[in-house]
């Protein structure tokens, strides 16, 4: 098992990166190669996958970002290809904060996961990042009712709470900072 590599990037390409280190080039897949510079020395995390149909590497820029694809692994029904094209639509610190703050608007907005995935994303990595048990599975729910009742349309409310990722927040605190992004919206409707 590898932890990590240094060495300098002498490919970009769609999915991955070829790194050489010591004459060597190891092919890994990365969430954002654009990140990556050919010619640039550089230090990749990886995680080694062997599978039915290979052996492959798997790399992160950062120990954090390679601790978010594991919990993301590790969620019934997303795998490996799953979790590394999750990351590569999102910021992993930002689906941390969405994780924290039970946002599941913000984790329905990416492009790999639906509704069912980002309940189960919840549920499954509640633990996982040492984050608040206490968390209200339906919060953003109760305040999207919330603001459709005040009269706003549901596109802009799912808009507007998929950008709000306030951990421990009460369902009122979520609601006034919703309700101060939603302000653009009242005075055009």
């Given at each position: 098992m590898f932890d990590y590599f240094i060495g300098r990037i002498t490919r970009?390409?769609?999915?991955?990166?070829?790194?050489?280190?010591?004459?060597?080039?190891?092919?890994?897949?990365?969430?954002?190669?654009?990140?990556?510079?050919?010619?640039?020395?550089?230090?990749?995390?990886?995680?080694?996958?062997?599978?039915?149909?290979?052996?492959?590497?798997?790399g992160f820029p950062s120990i954090e970002e390679r601790e978010v694809y594991y919990g993301l692994n590790s969620v019934n029904g997303i795998g490996p290809k799953t979790a590394l094209k999750i990351l590569g639509e999102c910021n992993y610190q930002d689906l941390k904060k969405a994780i924290e703050s039970n946002n599941l608007f913000f984790l329905r907005s990416i492009k790999w996961i639906g509704q069912k995935a980002s309940a189960q994303i919840l549920l499954d990595l509640r633990g996982f990042f040492d984050l608040n048990q206490n968390i209200n599975v339906n919060q953003y729910e109760e305040v999207q009712f919330a603001l459709k009742r005040l009269g706003y349309k549901n596109r802009d409310i799912i808009s507007t709470?998929?950008?709000?990722?306030?951990?421990?927040?009460?369902?009122?605190?979520?609601?006034?900072?919703?309700?101060r992004r939603l302000r653009p919206y009242a005075q055009h409707s």
């Open positions: 970009v390409l769609p999915h991955a990166i070829v790194l050489e280190t010591n004459a060597i080039g190891y092919y890994i897949f990365v969430s954002k190669p654009k990140l990556f510079q050919i010619g640039d020395e550089t230090k990749v995390y990886v995680q080694d996958l062997l599978k039915e149909d290979g052996y492959y590497l798997v709470l998929s950008g709000i990722n306030i951990p421990d927040a009460s369902n009122e605190e979520i609601i006034k900072e919703a309700l």
